[in-house]
């Protein structure tokens, strides 16, 4: 690989209320490397420090250990560089804001004049094919479509990282894996790289390179599975290798679970 | 609707004498203290009190207009004060623990003792060259009251966006002005539409009673005085002077539910 990684966590901590008797080890001695280009998606049970995970390589919070670099910088130089657009599980449009207008957000903060943001934003609409809804207001369209919308705004200014969490995480099943082929399709043709949250294993598997599964109190990641499927088609879903890789993950979402307990009782 | 209930109860209270099984009714129903619609309408159209020219309508009218300017300017004066307190409180944790509670009991003086003292001070006061005049005093205690309900109301709204939200913008390394205009003021516009309705209706009543105090000739409030004592022969003439005050309360409303209208209507109906 040539060029710095895209994301690169060496050792990193998290502690929230540190020496207070609601201390929480939200993540314990993270290593995570992401080269540019890849798609890793975090995995693992509710309240193991995914979010934290991800708010942390975003500069939305400090670490309380351990260094970060995306993009071969420190994580505020990126977040100041916009190197990253994030996405999260609401979609969290501006109700005030036209859809287009929503989309131009991030190009109105960088300063973009007038023409270049309706050129662009008319774009991203196209991108996530909704082109005829640029004037209306979010809560005229759907979970679905807002979701999209809200994935056209963190590609808006071409940053080369994803950040995303859980951001199919309230769609229904159907809404669900159209919604991956089509971020499968766009990542492609945009060359993103994207470190991706999710509850969902066959998500995961579907969308992923690397699997990263991860284990709670404290939050750590216990196993990474690779996954190589070739392209993504809607055959890719009833491919062998897809269950096979399915029940990979899970035994190591189990496993990293038994291991917790086993790993208590020699404490002991 | 409002005159026929008046009619009723006031032919009630005759009929009964005021009295109901031995209770007082809550308000005396004779001539003079509930002069019948009729008689107070007609009291618009009669000559002025001693020595002024004109009608009582005319000077209900003249009165309600020179009022509603000095609750207007009041209520505008208010609200930028309001929201910069809001702002502030916003934007500095300190300051917000520090201020909130005076802001509160800034509210509990009670109106008729804050009136004189805002008068006294003001004539006391001198800018540059410009001398303090009567007027400002009633504008002051206007933007008094109604800065109030705009400072809480717009706090509420300026601290609404969701945690989410907020990191969508430190995503973008936005700054905090650029957080304030883009997220929260938009987002503070519903929780400041009551706010401004709560303002504007302390703004009349402020300017009402500071008319009173503060000795301002020309307003309702005055006019209202005025009458009382003067034509204690014809209560009628008081009430024409509450209904021009009511009248300028609804026009004040009137007002700001249409720049309600105007902020809301690109709002989902739900969240309003
Ligand atoms: N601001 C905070 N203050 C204190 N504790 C926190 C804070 N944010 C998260 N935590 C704690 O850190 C741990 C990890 O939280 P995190 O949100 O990263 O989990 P998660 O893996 O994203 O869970 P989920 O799958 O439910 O979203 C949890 O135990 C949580 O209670
Ligand atoms: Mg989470």
Not at chain 1, 113 to 126: C, H, N, P, Q, V
Not at chain 1, 226 to 244: A, M, Y
Not at chain 2, 17 to 24: E, I, L
Not at chain 2, 150 to 170: C, F, W, Y
Request: glycine share 10%.
């Amino acid at each position: 690989m040539s060029g710095p990684a895209a994301v690169e966590c060496r050792g990193v901590c998290k502690i929230f209320n540190q020496g207070k008797p609601n201390q929480v080890d939200a993540l314990i001695d993270v290593d995570l490397t992401v080269e540019a280009g890849e798609f890793v998606s975090l995995i693992g049970p509710s309240g193991c420090g995914k979010s934290t995970l991800l708010r942390v390589v975003a500069d939305l919070l400090p670490p309380s250990g351990g260094s970060i670099a995306v993009n071969g910088k420190t994580a505020r130089q990126a977040r100041l560089d916009f190197d990253y657009g994030m996405a999260f599980q609401q979609a969290g449009l501006f109700e005030w804001r036209k859809v287009i207008k929503n989309i131009e957000l991030p190009m109105e903060l960088r300063g973009w004049d007038r023409s270049k943001r309706s050129a662009r934003s008319r774009e991203m609409l196209e991108l996530v094919k909704l082109p005829e809804f640029g004037d209306n207001y979010p809560w005229e369209l759907s979970g679905g479509m807002q979701q999209r919308i809200a994935i056209a705004r963190a590609l808006a200014v071409d940053p080369p990282l994803l950040l995303m969490d859980e951001p199919f995480g309230a769609l229904d099943e159907m809404t669900r894996e159209h919604m991956q082929a089509e971020l499968t399709r766009i990542c492609a043709s945009t060359h993103k790289t994207v470190v991706f949250v999710t509850h969902s294993i066959p998500e995961a598997v579907y969308l992923s390179n690397r699997v990263v599964v991860m284990s709670p109190r404290p939050g750590r990641i216990t196993t990474v599975i690779n996954v190589d499927l070739g392209e993504r088609s809607e055959d890719t879903r009833e491919d062998g290798e897809f269950f096979k890789k399915i029940t990979e993950v899970r035994e190591a979402l189990r496993g990293g679970e038994l291991g917790a307990t086993a790993r208590g009782i020699e404490d002991r | 609707m409002f005159a026929a209930l008046w009619e009723a109860y006031k032919a009630f209270g005759r009929a009964v004498d005021d009295h109901v099984f031995g209770w007082r009714l809550p308000a005396h129903t004779d001539d003079a203290s509930m002069p019948h619609i009729s008689t107070i309408l007609g009291s618009f159209s009669k000559a002025e009190v001693r020595g002024r020219p004109g009608i009582v309508g005319g000077a209900v009218l003249s009165g309600s207009w020179f009022t509603l300017r000095l609750a207007v300017t009041g209520l505008i004066v208010g609200f930028v004060v309001g929201m910069a307190l809001a702002i502030i409180m916003c934007r500095f944790t300190l300051v917000r623990r520090a201020w909130l509670p005076y802001v509160v009991l800034s509210q509990t003086v009670p109106l008729i003792a804050l009136a004189p003292l805002i008068v006294g001070w003001g004539n006391r006061l001198k800018i540059g060259s410009v001398h303090w005049q009567p007027w400002m005093s009633v504008t002051g205690m206007s933007a008094y009251l109604a800065f109030f309900p705009i400072a809480v109301g717009a706090l509420r709204g300026l601290q609404s966006p969701k945690e989410q939200s907020l990191e969508l913008m430190d995503s973008y390394a936005a700054s905090w002005t650029q957080t304030l205009l883009k997220l929260r003021l938009p987002a503070a516009v519903p929780y400041l539409l009551p706010a401004v309705k709560l303002g504007a209706a302390a703004a009349v009543v402020g300017a009402i009673v500071a008319e009173l105090s503060a000795g301002v000739s020309g307003g309702v409030g005055r006019l209202i005085l005025d009458y009382f004592q003067k034509a204690t022969g014809d209560p009628a003439r008081v009430f024409t002077a509450f209904i021009g005050a009511a009248v300028l309360g609804l026009v004040v409303a009137a007002g700001v539910n249409g720049l309600e209208l105007v902020l809301t209507r690109h709002r989902p109906k739900a969240a309003l």
